[in-house]
């Protein structure tokens, strides 16, 4: 193969591994360039990708969705035999496995981080789930990730409290890219927090116990410690007090995906509002907000309430890398908040 081909098969191959890892919609895979890959080559390079999808270590310690993988290799087969005669026996044999495996409630999508490491996270198989969209990760966790992984600094030997945490992705690719000295995880929906300890801990992070509601703990130098002191607690926007956010101590918050109807934007100025007399003697905490920009008049409703209760925003720089698979046609955004 020559290496200018080598070197599309490697692309190509990489792309379906992240987009199968993460379990995106299989719409979104590169079926046409595998298409045209497959007309110029035997199977081999099906058999490169059952081995960086179905196959690979991640799934097999923590499998996506039955019915996803059971879609994914129909669409392999198909692409196979629209090219090749010949049966692919290694595809039919995978498929077999998953025919008859029972669907679980709960399903694992993986994230790959430049490190070689990998963010794992346990989600529920449906989109809204116990009455909370935060089991799921959504596309603007994804971007602020990427953001804080290009942008260490902002996160490194600091506090960082996250509001409405959901899964769990950004925080937990900061804990492990970033280096902070404290994460504090947080949501006010039960099943969000019990998933978000889950993940915590099934992506081998320490968990403070007891961590449910915020507390002042001891300093303790992390220079020297590879692992963030990490909490999981509950904070409800409409009822957490100042004194309750000042616990925290936190030098950054961030959030994500939280501007998606006016009753949480409210409340979440309100928090914000509490967070900046967190720290009067101090310098306040820099705050970062990521959202998908669905609905403009939402996105307007947030900084016209922000103005009106003295909180100043700018615009953060797109970032160059793209780490992760999301919606590519998705317009998504982060402010940084000054209180």
Known sequence: MAPEESAEATLLLRSFERRFLAARALRCFPWQSLEEKLRDSGSELLLDILQKTVKHPLCVKHPPSVKYVRCFLSELIRKHEAVHAEPLDELYEALAEVLTAKEPNRCHRSYLLPSGDAVTLSESTAIISHGTTGLVTWNAALYLAEWAIENPGAFTH??????????????????????????????????????????????????????????????????????????????????????????????????SDVLYCPETILSLVGVLQRLAACRKDQQAPDVYVAFTVRNPETCQLFTTEMGRVGISWEAVPRHNQKLFPYEENSEMAILKLTL
């Open 158 to 255: 600091r506090t960082v409290l996250e509001l409405g945490s959901g899964a769990g992705l950004t925080g937990l690719a900061i804990c492990k890219m970033c280096r902070p000295r404290a994460y504090v995880f947080s949501d006010c929906h039960s099943r969000v927090l019990e998933q978000l300890r889950g993940n915590v801990l099934l992506n081998n992070l320490l968990l403070e116990p007891d961590a449910t509601t915020p507390v002042e703990h001891p300093v303790h130098d992390t220079h020297h410690s590879e692992s963030p002191r990490v909490t999981v607690a509950r904070l409800d926007w409409d009822t957490v007090t100042t004194p309750q956010l000042t616990a925290f101590q936190p030098d950054v918050v961030i959030a």
